[in-house]
């Protein structure tokens, strides 16, 4: 059973770099099968998808954060990263880590989207 | 503002059934699966289920999904105290070229 785990600071400055990392264990992230995503959630607020990245380097991102935000991943550690520019306090939240979205052919030839069916706990970040 | 629209709440007493909208466009739930994630206080969301019946190991049975057009449905029969939390629906959207996610519905079981 894939598990994941978020790392990274509690607390930035006003207009710093964030980066968080995602230890994925149980499963490889080099696996063609899936995708792996970053959400976040505002403090009281929903959900908010960030971006997603696959073992290709195939990447999408939220348009609204497409200017400050890159993923990348990191094979020999099993392991995928977010690096937010330039943050200010509305990127005060929860960061999670998942796996999926990722698009698949049924036995029929249609398309269908798998949802985010594995998350970390969760890290708080907060910028001041 | 979110691309999904849902209702804020929904309740119920224990033993109904309830039913949570959420509402897109041609671009998302007209065109792809809509997942359904239960999120309790915290914790983090935890995928439920889809309009493709995909259901993850575990989910009930009595907690299902429709999709017609560019609305989708979440049905929760036989209402217990653990199914109180919130609910969000979310889909692909192939305008956006991004997963976008509902505005979220709390469900309060009476």
């Known amino acids: 059973q894939v598990q994941l785990q978020e790392s990274g600071p509690g607390l930035l400055n006003h207009s710093q770099t964030l980066t968080l990392t995602c230890d994925v264990s149980?499963?490889?992230?080099?696996?063609?099968?899936?995708?792996w995503s970053w959400i976040r959630q505002s403090p009281g607020k929903g959900l908010e998808w960030i971006g997603r990245?696959?073992?290709?380097?195939?990447?999408a991102y939220n348009p609204s954060l497409r200017s400050r935000v890159s993923l990348t991943m990191d094979t020999s550690k099993n392991q995928f990263s977010l690096r937010l520019t330039s943050v200010t306090a509305a990127d005060t939240a929860v960061y999670y880590c998942?796996?999926?979205?990722?698009?698949?052919?049924?036995?029929?030839?249609?398309?269908?989207?798998?949802?985010?069916?594995?998350w970390g706990p969760g890290t708080s970040v907060i910028v001041s | 503002q979110s691309v999904l629209t849902q209702p804020p709440s929904v309740s119920g007493a224990p033993g109904q059934r309830v039913t949570i909208s959420c509402s897109g466009s041609?671009?998302?739930?007209?065109?792809?699966?809509v997942h359904w994630y239960q999120q309790v206080p915290g914790a983090a969301p935890k995928l439920l289920t889809s309009?493709?019946?995909l259901r993850p190991s575990g989910v009930p049975d009595r907690i299902s999904a429709s999709k017609s057009g560019m609305s989708a449905s979440l049905a929760i029969g036989g209402l217990q105290s653990d199914d109180e939390g919130d609910y969000f629906c979310?889909?692909?959207?192939?305008?956006?070229?991004?997963?976008?996610f509902g505005s979220g519905t709390k469900i309060t079981v009476l």
């Open positions: 998942g796996r999926g979205p990722t698009g698949y052919y049924d036995t029929r030839g249609d398309h269908h989207y798998s949802g985010v069916d594995a």
């Open positions: 149980g499963g490889s992230i080099n696996s063609a099968s899936f995708y």
């Open positions: 990245i696959h073992v290709t380097g195939s990447t």
């Open positions: 041609t671009g998302n739930i007209g065109t792809n699966t």
């Open positions: 309009s493709s019946h």
């Open positions: 979310a889909a692909w959207d192939d305008s956006l070229i991004a997963y976008v």
